[in-house]
């Protein structure tokens, strides 16, 4: 164990935020559940306005970077090749970003916009059942991809074009904070970014073994109950875990690949034996919808409910400002991942391939799980809204899949797919987090490191799950990712700076070349004349 690679600071830094955060809420459960809905309250009530402009900015951003000169920058030398062919590139980015949480609201997110809708639309109406399909997709859209795919750029050109590999997020801003960084506002901004990661993961966790809970007692009989739970979150833990401590890489990578042909498997099966021109139908409209209503989607907050004296519906603080600070919290680590995979590739490429590829799976899953459920409530086949509000939403999402047919070996496969995507999160996470606690990373992150970081990452969700509903989960990511908000924006701020600068020297790299080369030629002029009069003078 070798102690000095750690940069203890950090970790202990990282750590400390964890605990004081999560032991006061174990400990006094109740009184931690009404803090944690005021300072949700208080965040999305106050700030609900900076993350939906952040969200539409990092669009804006991304969109003209792709189109600038900066775009055009290439990943690594003039002539290197693609590291990876564009299907699996876009295949990792997704495994990379994507956690079991698209299985969650894949399938049921429209339910709770259905009876919830936004804009003031009738509950259950025919235009709540426009909107229904299409809002899933817009929170997991090209909006969220932007701000994925943000960090990635400082990060990619560090590592490519200056060659200087980055691990830590704090080593990203270097060109703007410059020295600063290395005082302790340097471990702050890692620290802040360590636990924003673990808000989101907790957020995914608590989500996500509820669900696996339900399909494992679906398939087995056993009860649902907290203990059942945390061995699941254990489970999942110790399945990555076993891979890392035996050194066996490939054992993730296996597992990824497993997923994927899992995850295409269950797609297939629901679009053929769902209703599938249904299913088109309805995946295609909602695409238009979005167009349509990108910018009413992406700025609606309801300002006059309260000085207005309208109702307000909560619609775009519990989703929209939800959303865009979930997809913040996990943004640097998913950008570090991206810019690994980037090499060969302009920023040009980079930016539309996360957005487009990155979109148009989220529509399949969304596509494809969440409208065989609205088939199901809309022809009455299966009340899912009933069901959910009385048995809560994980229940539903298994009550859904045994709408079809051979309804047990979906289900066994659907949770055994959840149970992959979440060891796989567990992994990359971990993985980030240890290394951003190391001073030096060869290879891999010291071992004990990274068992250490993926129990630590169960602790949050065991808290959030045992206080908590919805709201408290939301409210993970939520507070957490404020202040990576700020960091978003020092990214941002330091590739413009670095990459500009670049540029600059690289155009004028050509004329000074000349230029010293004609001013040498005039200092040897001047030179030798002053010579000549030296001689001159020597000569008098
Ligand atoms: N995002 C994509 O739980 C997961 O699926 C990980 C969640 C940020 C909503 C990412």
């Keep these: 164990m070798n102690k000095d690679l750690i940069d203890w600071p950090t970790f202990f830094g990282a750590l400390f935020l964890l605990l004081a955060v999560s032991i006061p809420l174990a400990v006094f459960p109740e009184t931690g559940k009404e803090f944690v809905n005021m300072a949700n309250e208080f965040m999305t009530g106050n700030f609900g306005v900076l993350y939906l402009i952040f969200g539409l900015a990092a669009f804006a951003f991304l969109i003209f970077v792709a189109f600038s000169k900066n775009g055009h920058i290439k990943l690594g030398d003039k002539d290197a090749e693609k590291e990876f062919g564009t299907i699996s590139w876009a295949a990792m980015l997704f495994a990379a970003g994507i956690g079991s949480s698209i299985l969650y609201w894949g399938m049921i997110e429209w339910a709770y916009y259905y009876q919830g809708p936004p804009f003031g639309i009738e509950p259950e109406s025919k235009e709540a059942m426009n909107y229904a399909p299409a809002y899933g997709i817009f929170h997991w859209g090209p909006i969220a991809w932007a701000i994925y795919t943000l960090p990635a750029l400082p990060i990619a050109y560090f590592y490519y074009v200056r060659k200087k590999p980055v691990l830590k997020i704090s080593e990203a801003v270097?060109?703007?904070?410059?020295?600063?960084?290395?005082?302790?506002?340097?471990?702050?901004?890692?620290?802040?970014?360590?636990?924003?990661?673990?808000?989101?993961?907790?957020?995914?966790?608590?989500?996500?073994?509820?669900?696996?809970?339900?399909?494992?007692?679906?398939?087995?009989?056993?009860?649902?109950?907290?203990?059942?739970?945390?061995?699941?979150?254990?489970?999942?833990?110790?399945?990555?875990?076993?891979?890392?401590?035996?050194?066996?890489?490939?054992?993730?990578?296996?597992?990824?690949?497993i997923n994927l042909w899992l995850a295409i498997f269950v797609l297939a099966f629901i679009f053929v034996f769902g209703p599938s021109l249904f299913i088109?139908?309805?995946?295609?409209?909602?695409?238009?919808?979005?167009?349509?209503?990108?910018?009413?989607m992406a700025t609606w907050l309801e300002p006059f409910a309260t000085v207005g004296g309208f109702t307000e519906t909560g619609f775009p603080e519990a989703w929209t400002v939800f959303y865009w600070a979930w997809w913040l919290v996990y943004a640097p680590f998913v950008g570090l991942f991206v810019a690994r995979i980037s090499r060969g590739r302009t920023i040009q490429e980079m930016i539309f391939g996360t957005m487009v590829y990155g979109t148009l799976g989220c529509i399949l899953f969304f596509?494809?799980?969440?409208?065989?459920?609205?088939?199901?409530?809309?022809?009455?086949?299966?009340?899912?809204?009933?069901?959910?509000?009385?048995?809560?939403?994980?229940?539903?999402?298994?009550?859904?899949?045994?709408?079809?047919?051979?309804?047990?070996?979906?289900?066994?496969?659907?949770?055994?797919?959840?149970?992959?995507?979440?060891?796989?999160?567990?992994?990359?996470?971990?993985?980030?987090?240890?290394?951003?606690?190391?001073?030096?990373?060869?290879?891999?992150?010291?071992?004990?490191?990274?068992?250490?970081?993926?129990?630590?990452?169960?602790?949050?969700?065991?808290?959030?799950?045992?206080?908590?509903?919805?709201?408290?989960?939301?409210?993970?990511?939520?507070?957490?990712?404020?202040?990576?908000?700020?960091?978003?924006?020092?990214?941002?701020?330091?590739?413009?700076?670095?990459?500009?600068?670049?540029?600059?020297?690289?155009?004028?790299?050509?004329?000074?070349?000349?230029?010293?080369?004609?001013?040498?030629?005039?200092?040897k002029k001047r030179r030798s004349a002053l010579e000549v009069l030296e001689d001159r003078n020597l000569d008098d």
């Design 174 to 257: 270097r060109p703007v904070l410059g020295r600063l960084v290395d005082t302790p506002l340097g471990v702050v901004i890692d620290v802040l970014f360590m636990f924003g990661l673990m808000g989101g993961a907790g957020t995914t966790l608590a989500l996500g073994t509820p669900m696996i809970a339900e399909g494992v007692n679906d398939v087995t009989g056993l009860p649902v109950n907290l203990t059942m739970k945390a061995v699941i979150m254990l489970i999942c833990t110790a399945i990555f875990a076993v891979s890392a401590y035996s050194g066996l890489r490939n054992g993730i990578r296996v597992l990824s690949d």
């Design 280 to 296: 088109s139908e309805t995946t295609f409209t909602s695409i238009g919808l979005i167009v349509d209503d990108f910018f009413k």
């Design 367 to 523: 596509g494809i799980m969440g409208n065989f459920g609205l088939h199901l409530q809309l022809t009455g086949r299966f009340d899912v809204v009933g069901f959910m509000n009385e048995n809560g939403a994980p229940a539903a999402i298994i009550a859904i899949l045994n709408q079809l047919p051979m309804s047990w070996i979906m289900v066994a496969v659907f949770t055994i797919l959840a149970i992959i995507f979440l060891a796989t999160t567990f992994d990359s996470s971990s993985y980030i987090l240890s290394a951003v606690v190391q001073k030096e990373v060869k290879a891999e992150p010291l071992r004990w490191n990274r068992l250490f970081w993926a129990f630590t990452l169960c602790l949050m969700p065991l808290v959030l799950m045992f206080i908590g509903d919805l709201q408290t989960l939301q409210t993970a990511s939520i507070v957490a990712g404020f202040p990576v908000l700020f960091i978003m924006g020092l990214l941002a701020w330091s590739f413009m700076r670095a990459s500009n600068e670049d540029i600059r020297a690289t155009k004028d790299y050509q004329p000074p070349t000349i230029h010293i080369d004609r001013q040498d030629k005039r200092r």
